[in-house]
C-alpha cells in the first residue's frame, strides 16, 4: 500500500473522528442548556401558564423519547398512546381503588403497560412495515375501547375525575413542575445511556438490516421486545404524572390521534436521533402557543410550517444543526 493511500485512509478515519466528536460536542450542549433552561424556568417566573407549559412539554418529551427507542428498532408503533393510558388508569385507580402508596402507583404505571408490551411485544415484532403499523393501530383501538366499555372501573367515556395528589405539597405548580422535572431528567439520562452502550448499536444494527444484525450473533427478537417492554413502561409513567397533572383522564386522551401526534414529533424532530424526538416535542407543543392569537388561521398555520419543515428538513430539524456545521467547515475550508 502507497504511503499516499495511508495518508488518505489516515486523514478520512481522522475526519471522521472529529465529525463525531463534533457531533457529540453539539448534542452535549443542547442536552446541558435544555437541563440549565428547564432548571433555572422557575427561578424567572412562575407564572401558571409558564408552569404548565413547562410541565407539559416534559411529559411530552418522555413519551416522545420512549416511542423513539422502538422507532430505532425500525418500527413504528401506532399503540403508543394506548399504554401510556394503561399507565395512567394503573397509577389512578392504584391510589383511588386499592389505596396504594403514590410509589407504588407509579411503579405500577411502568410496570402494567410494560407486562402488556412484553405479552404481546414477541407477536408484534415479528411483523415489520405497515404490518406492524396496522397491528398495533388495532391494539390501540382494543385497548381504548377496553377503557370505553369497563365503565364500573373507568369510569367509561366520562372518564375520572377530581383526581387527588398523593402528596399536599405537589399542590403548588412549581413543585410538581420540579417533580416531573425530576422524572424527565431521569428518563433522558437512561435513554441517552442506553444509546450509547452495546444495546444502543444492536438497536442500530437491527434497523438497518434484521438478517445481518440476527448472523452477527445479536438476538434480534429479544432486543426487540426488551426495548418495547422498556418503552412503553416509560410511556405508561409520562401518563401517570399527566393524569395526576391534569386531574383527569378519559379514553380520549390516549386515541389513535395521539399516538399520531408521538409519531409526527419524532419525524419532525429526527427520526433516528434522540434529540430529534426532544426538538421535534418543543417545535409541536411551543409553536402553537406562539400562534394563538391567529385562532382561525392556527391549523392552517401549524399545518404550512409543518409541510415546510418536512419538505426541506427530511431528516427532521436535528438536520439543520448538521447542515449549518458543514456550511461553517465549507467555509473555513475555502478561508484556509
Known amino acids: ?47 401558571q401558564f409558564t408552569m404548565s407549559l413547562g410541565t407539559t412539554l416534559m411529559i411530552m418529551a418522555i413519551a416522545a423519547v420512549s ?13 403508543h398512546a394506548a399504554f401510556m393510558g394503561l399507565g395512567a388508569y394503573a397509577a389512578v385507580l392504584g391510589t383511588t381503588q386499592f389505596s396504594l402508596p403514590f410509589p407504588l402507583a407509579l411503579l405500577a404505571a411502568f410496570l402494567v403497560p410494560a407486562a402488556a408490551a412484553l405479552v404481546l411485544g414477541p407477536l408484534l415484532l415479528r411483523l415489520s412495515g405497515k404490518y406492524f403499523v396496522l397491528v398495533t393501530f388495532l391494539v390501540g383501538e382494543i ?24 402528596y399536599g405539597f405537589l399542590e403548588s405548580p412549581v413543585a410538581y413542575y420540579y417533580f416531573v422535572f425530576a422524572f424527565t431528567a431521569l428518563s433522558m439520562a437512561f435513554v441517552a445511556r442506553l444509546l450509547q452502550s452495546e444495546v444502543g448499536r444492536s438497536i ?41 397533572f391534569i386531574r383527569y383522564i378519559d379514553p380520549t386522551s390516549f386515541s389513535i390521534i395521539q399516538s399520531l401526534n408521538l409519531v409526527v414529533m419524532n419525524i419532525v424532530g429526527g427520526m433516528y436521533q434522540m434529540a430529534g424526538a426532544v426538538i421535534g416535542v418543543l417545535f409541536f407543543v411551543i409553536l402553537p402557543e406562539f400562534l394563538r392569537g391567529y385562532v382561525e388561521l392556527q391549523r392552517v ?35 484556509g
Open 67 to 79: 416511542l423513539h427507542l422502538i422507532i430505532r428498532t425500525g418500527h413504528v408503533s401506532l399503540a
Open 1 to 47: 500500500m502507497s504511503t499516499t493511500t495511508l495518508s488518505s485512509s489516515a486523514s478520512r478515519a481522522a475526519s471522521g473522528l472529529m465529525s463525531g466528536a463534533s457531533a457529540f460536542g453539539v448534542k452535549a450542549a443542547l442536552a446541558l442548556l435544555l437541563t440549565v433552561v428547564f432548571a433555572g424556568l422557575p427561578l424567572v417566573t412562575t407564572a
Open 301 to 335: 398555520i401549524f399545518g404550512v410550517c409543518l409541510v415546510v419543515v418536512m419538505a426541506f428538513l427530511p431528516g427532521g430539524i436535528v438536520q439543520l444543526v448538521a447542515r449549518l456545521r458543514q456550511l461553517v467547515a465549507t467555509r473555513r475550508g475555502a478561508e
Open 204 to 244: 442500530d444494527a437491527i434497523r438497518e438490516e434484521n438478517r445481518l444484525a440476527e448472523c452477527s450473533g445479536i438476538p434480534v427478537l429479544s432486543v426487540k421486545v426488551a426495548i418495547f417492554v422498556i418503552a412503553c413502561g416509560m410511556v405508561g409513567v409520562a401518563g401517570a404524572l399527566s393524569a395526576f
Open 143 to 166: 385497548i381504548r375501547l377496553v377503557f370505553v366499555s369497563w365503565q364500573s372501573f373507568t369510569g367509561g367515556a366520562n372518564g375520572i375525575f377530581g383526581i387527588p395528589l398523593p
